[in-house]
Structures are given as structure tokens and as C-alpha cells.
């Protein structure tokens, strides 16, 4: 179903209610939401949210929507809202619609309260998501308004990718459980649903393995770290070192409090375990599992290192694939993410495992040995009912044709996947690598990697060179958050707002985008980060 767009600011909404005691907030007269719905229809009049207002939950599985609407309750009148059995006057009600497909919505509002259709819950909590927008935005957070007022209106509206992704480079730099709760929050608002861990790294190991506790008491702790501009390998006394010793890892009880705190936003996690290269914290943890066996220290720089696993001793396979049985129980969702990006081939060529290995399996070139590792854990993950994700690395030479790409080196890694049947999500450096600075000029922050600015991300065409059949093997976009310079918080959220807000309008809107209609909505969003007490980046909307 297609519905006339309507973006015209909403004038003169009729605002009535100003009987009984209390702060009432009136609607602001603008409708701005973001992602782009698919159709929004205006009607006359406004409904009055309340404390009072009880909610109806007429789906199955729809608990936490309820509860998202509680937090709506909390953060405007200071508690959450009722629950009632059949819908009242007033009354924000739940319900599935089976001619809706599963992420579809389609949320009223009318005088006498508000009525959200899905194909699922989650299009129920995506509806939700809308409505926060809807509301006026400084009402957030008060906790002591009355009533808010919303402009009555039908939106109608479903994702155009399936696959809406946000990485967090978790070894690098740690964010405690609390922090990565709070950054699964902010996914919700943007109506993300994957949540992709990089929990594994040179520089750290960042989950417990009950078989390998070394991975974590040794391997998760670097002695000190480089806070200059990395040099590309060659460390001289100009480079600048913070000497404090660096750790902090998840225990598996708060891998699973994050799975489900996730869960309860939709959000399904990927974990990443990088295989083969990126390993440097493995190998000071456990040297057999390196080519030479010798002894390293958790890594302090930056960038690409030779010392990798050696795919040549069995002992290695055993190793990884102990740690990824425990990985495919701790996370329920479809994929494993293997990485598999940046192994360089130094260390294999002088190895006698190796190359014994390249002899057994009749492999003729250095990359095959790293196509035969991704193809023997896959098949270690598909027993475990897991897909394998994979950096477009594991393209070189031969991929299977069930494994995901994730293409980050452009977008032609995800093109050649999709010619060729496999799927791929794109997340090319130029329009997707949020550690890249989104502004220049003094007070900008030491950040990695090159200039993308929002109306850059905003532009991202991951379909471009793609005919129809091909594109149905894009499932959607995905931002990166890589932390060698991101090292709290405060300065990740500056790194993902707005330029989230750009890149959903692709994922969630891509057949409707409109540079400078995002702009005049963004602006509203704005006010709900500042409401909900979010750091962005404040001075691009001063121009
Ligand atoms: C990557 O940025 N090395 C995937
Ligand atoms: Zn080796």
C-alpha cells in the first residue's frame, strides 16, 4: 500500500486540554521523523497522552513494547503507564495486522488515543520509535508533565533493508556494560537492529572463555597504549604513550545481560572473534597457537600486525572452534562474524605447519590456506545452526557460497558477493567509518582514517552497479565504530550522532531520501538528544 507523502509542517495543531492541574505540553507544529516513513497522512486534531492513558496489549510477544511505552510514561509523567484488558477511551492499544510484513507498522493517532498494527512485535516497537518523535521533545525527561499533546495522523511504514547494523570496536578501547546498554538505546531511537561486537583485537581480548582463561586474565590487559597519531609502524621516541595499563573484558553473565537487554530492543547481536589475523592478544595469551611459539606482549600500537594464528597445527583449529562453541551458546542470534580482514601471510610462509598443510590440502597460494580456515569454521558454525560472517577478505581466492560478506574496502566486495549469490552487508569505509572525522578545524578530535562528513553518509547509495536480482543479495548497511581514538564514551556518541540519523535514512528509507528534507528534520531530533541528555556533534547545525 502507497500513501501520499506529507511533509508540510504541521500548522495550527488544534491544542485543547488545558483543564485540571498540571503542565500540559503542546505538540511543536513540526513532523519530523526519522527514518523517512513510508507514508504519513495528517488528520485534524490532537490526542492528550497521560499517565492515565492505559495500554492494551493485544499481541503476543509484545511485553517489551509495553515496556518501551512505560519508559515513554517515565521519562514524560515520572511513572509508567497502566496496563487494560480491552481498549478504552484514551487508550494506546497493541495489535497484530497479518497483512503487514514483520518490521511494517502502522501507528494512528486520533482523539481518542493512539492504535499500533504490526506483522510483529518488533514493527510494534518501531511504531513506538516513531511515536517518541511524534512527542514534543522537550517533554522528554521532565518526568512531571500531565498531559503531551501529538498530532493526530496514520503513518504506515516498513524498513527497505532488513539489515540495519552498528559495530562497536570493543577491544581497542573497553565500554563497560552500562555504556554498551546506553549505546543500544540510542540504536532503538534510530531503528537499528543489529548490533555487531568486535570483542577481539590485537590490543585486547574482550570475553571470558571458560576453557582459555588466559584469553582474559592476560590477553585483556596491554601495558600501555599509543595516543598519538599511529606512524604506520615505524615508534620513535615522537610517539606519545598513555603508560596506564589498559583492560576490561565481559564475563559471559554480562555478554548474556547485553544479549537480552538487546533482545528486549530487537536488536540481535553479532559477535565478532577475528580469525586468522588480528590475534596478537590470543597469541600472548596462548604462543602455540602463533606459527614461531614465541612469547609477545598484548599489542600497544595501532594498525596491521604479521603475528597471526597458524592455521597450520591442529591445535589452533581446537582452539577456535572450543572458543566458538562457547560463543554460538552465549549469543542466540543467526550469525558469527569470523573477521578474517588484514591477515598478513608473513609468518605462514616460514612455517613448517604451514606449509605441511598447504601440501596435505593440495592449496597452491598463501590465500587459500586462509579460505580453507573460513571453510572448515564455517562448517564448524553451520553444525551449531550459525551463519558465518566475514570481512570481504574471505572473498580472495575462494569463498563458500553460504558465507556473508561484509564489505568494508568500498562497496566492490559486496558487488562481486552479490554477482555471485552470496549476501553481503555493505559498510564501505568511505560512507560507513564513523571513526573518520565528520568535521575539520580546531577542537575536532584525533580521529583515525580519513574526512566523512553527514551529508556524506547521507548520500551512500549501497545498490549503485547493482542490477534488481543482484540487490537481493545486499541485506542492508552497517556504521563502524573502530576506537583507536575513541577512548570513552562521551566521544563515541559525538562520533555516531547525527551521522547515524543519516545512514538509517538509507537503510530504513532508501527509495525516499531527501538531503534537504533530512535536514530540516534532523534539526528536530536534535531536541530529542539534547532531551535525552545525548552528546552529538552540536556545532553542524550551527551554519
Ligand atoms: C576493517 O576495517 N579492518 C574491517
Ligand atoms: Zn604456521
Not at 24 to 40: F, K, N, R
Not at 156 to 161: A, G, L, Q, Y
Request: proline fraction near 6%; charged fraction near 25%; include cysteine.
Amino acid at each position: 500500500m502507497r500513501h501520499i507523502v506529507l511533509r508540510t509542517a504541521l500548522a495550527c495543531a488544534a491544542w485543547w486540554g488545558l483543564a485540571g492541574c498540571g503542565r500540559t505540553v503542546p505538540a511543536d507544529g513540526e513532523l519530523a521523523v526519522i527514518p523517512q516513513p513510508a507514508s504519513v497522512g495528517l488528520a485534524e486534531g490532537s490526542f492528550l497522552l497521560s499517565a492515565r492513558s492505559p495500554i492494551v496489549v493485544g499481541m503476543e510477544g509484545a511485553e517489551p513494547v509495553a515496556r518501551a511505552l512505560d519508559q515513554v510514561g517515565e521519562a514524560l509523567f515520572g511513572r509508567p503507564l497502566r496496563r487494560a484488558d480491552s481498549p478504552a477511551a484514551g487508550a494506546v492499544v497493541l495489535r497484530r495486522d497479518t497483512a503487514l510484513a514483520g518490521e511494517a507498522y502502522a501507528l494512528t493517532v486520533s482523539p481518542e488515543g493512539i492504535d499500533i498494527a504490526a506483522g510483529s512485535p518488533a514493527g510494534a516497537f518501531y511504531a513506538v520509535q516513531t511515536l517518541r518523535q511524534l512527542l514534543p521533545p522537550e517533554a522528554f525527561g521532565a518526568g512531571d508533565v500531565r498531559r503531551a499533546e501529538i498530532p493526530c495522523l496514520t503513518i504506515v511504514d516498513e524498513p527497505c533493508m532488513r539489515y540495519r547494523g552498528v559495530m562497536l570496536d570493543a577491544a581497542r578501547h573497553f565500554f563497560t556494560v552500562d555504556e554498551v546498554k546506553r549505546l543500544l538505546d540510542i540504536l532503538a531511537l534510530h531503528k537499528i537492529n543489529t548490533f555487531h561486537w568486535h570483542l577481539t583485537d590485537d590490543q585486547g581480548w574482550r570475553i571470558e572463555i571458560r576453557k582459555y582463561p588466559r584469553l582474559t586474565e592476560f590477553g585483556s590487559v596491554r601495558t600501555r597504549t599509543l595516543i598519538g597519531r599511529d606512524p604506520g609502524g615505524e615508534y620513535d621516541e615522537t610517539c606519545r604513550f598513555d603508560e596506564t595499563p589498559y583492560g576490561g573484558f565481559y564475563t559471559q553473565q554480562e555478554i548474556r545481560d547485553v544479549v537480552a537487554y538487546a533482545a528486549e530492543r530487537f536488536i540481535t547481536v553479532i559477535p565478532e572473534i577475528e580469525f586468522p589475523g588480528h590475534a596478537v592478544s590470543a597469541l600472548a595469551s596462548y604462543p602455540w597457537l602463533g606459527c614461531t611459539g614465541e612469547q609477545y606482549e598484548v599489542r600497544q600500537t595501532w594498525d596491521i600486525d604479521d603475528r597471526v594464528y597458524c592455521p597450520g597445527k591442529e591445535t589452533t583449529f581446537e582452539f577456535i572452534e572450543n572458543v566458538l562453541a562457547e560463543v554460538a551458546e552465549l549469543f542466540p542470534g543467526p550469525y558469527v562474524h569470523i573477521g578474517g580482514d588484514e591477515c598478513p601471510m608473513t609468518y605462514w610462509k616460514g612455517c613448517p605447519h604451514c606449509r605441511a598443510r598447504m601440501r596435505s590440502e593440495g592449496l597452491t597460494h598463501w590465500r587459500q590456506l586462509q579460505n580453507y580456515s573460513t571453510a572448515r569454521l564455517e562448517r564448524f558454525l553451520n553444525a551449531r545452526g550459525k551463519q558465518l560472517i566475514g570481512w570481504d577478505e574471505i572473498l580472495e581466492g575462494e569463498v563458500t557460497p553460504t558465507a556473508t560478506i561484509m564489505s568494508w574496502r568500498g562497496t566492490e566486495g559486496g558487488i562481486r558477493a552479490a554477482r555471485q549469490g552470496n549476501y553481503a552487508i555493505m559498510s564501505p569505509g568511505t560512507y560507513c567509518y564513523f571513526d573518520h572525522a565528520q568535521a575539520v578545524g580546531e577542537g575536532e578530535p584525533l580521529s583515525w582514517g580519513g574526512y566523512l562528513p553527514v551529508d556524506k553518509v547521507y548520500a551512500f547509495d549501497p545498490c549503485a552497479g547493482l542490477t534488481p536480482g543482484e540487490r537481493r543479495f545486499i541485506l542492508g548497511v552497517q556504521a563502524n565504530l573502530w576506537t583507536e581514538y575513541i577512548a570513552d564514551f562521551d566521544h563515541l556518541q559525538y562520533m555516531l550522532l547525527p551521522r547515524l540519523s543519516a545512514l538509517v535514512e538509507t537503510a530504513w528509507s532508501l527509495d525516499r531520501k531527501d538531503w534537504e528534507d533530512y535536514r530540516r528534520r534532523v534539526d528536530r531530533l536534535r531536541r530529542l538528544y539534547d532531551a535525552c541528555g545525548y552528546n552529538y556533534a552540536r556545532h553542524l547545525w550551527a551554519e
